[in-house]
């Protein structure tokens, strides 16, 4: 039982990680709305969502 928690873990970290990627490539198109929505999403996505909008420029 154990290996297959650890494949969902292994997947879900996988989609996030791409999920993340899409993010970041469509901030530059952004407008200030736009980059509020992001930082919302990453908040309810990863609980290291602080750091990544701190990285990001989301919010000052």
């Known amino acids: 039982m154990s290996l297959s928690e650890r494949k969902k ?9 791409s ?3 899409k993010m970041k490539a469509k901030l530059p198109t952004l407008d200030e709305a736009g980059k509020a929505t992001i930082a ?15 990285d990001w420029g989301l919010e000052k």
């Open 40 to 54: 919302a999403k990453l908040r309810r996505m990863t609980p290291g969502a602080e750091q990544l909008i701190r």
């Open 19 to 21: 999920q993340l990627t």
């Open 9 to 17: 873990e292994i997947n879900a970290r996988r989609k996030r990680r």
